[in-house]
Nanobody, 123 residues
Framework: QVQLVESGGGLVQPGDSLRLSCAASRLTFGHYAMGWFRQAPGKEREFVATISWSGDSTYFLDSVKGRFTISRDNAKNTLYLQMNSLKPDDTGVYYC????????????????WGQGTQVIVSS
């Protein structure tokens, strides 16, 4: 079955950077829009960023605009999230997801999900 495997999370200090990766297998990666979501302790999962199948279109949660970049390498079946100037509010489990509908901020638009990678931003 389809697999999405996130990596790159960790414990960092405010102001630091991290790059998350999501390796996809058993799907035609280039046919899917991809997204990143996160879930903080005690909170609902929220949209972070999304990218079209070609990479030409990207959209971000307002609070991460200018700090996060989403990109993809269709030849490597891999999605990335570059996170700079991290803040404690960025703490959470980060999930990648795949959508045939197109770039979307609603979790229900995504058919496949990874298991998540933990990001903790703390001094």
């Amino acid at each position: 079955q389809v697999q999405l495997v996130e990596s790159g999370g960790g414990l960092v200090q405010p102001g630091d950077s991290l790059r998350l990766s999501c390796a996809a297998s058993r799907l035609t990666f280039g046919h899917y829009a991809m997204g990143w979501f996160r879930q903080a302790p005690g909170k609902e999962r929220e949209f972070v960023a999304t990218i079209s199948w070609s990479g030409d279109s990207t959209y971000f949660l307002d609070s991460v605009k200018g700090r996060f970049t989403i990109s993809r390498d269709n030849a490597k079946n891999t999605l990335y999230l570059q996170m700079n100037s991290l803040k404690p509010d960025d703490t959470g489990v980060y999930y990648c997801a795949a959508s045939l509908i197109g770039p979307a901020h609603l979790a229900g638009s995504y058919a496949y999900w990874g298991q998540g990678t933990q990001v903790i931003v703390s001094s």
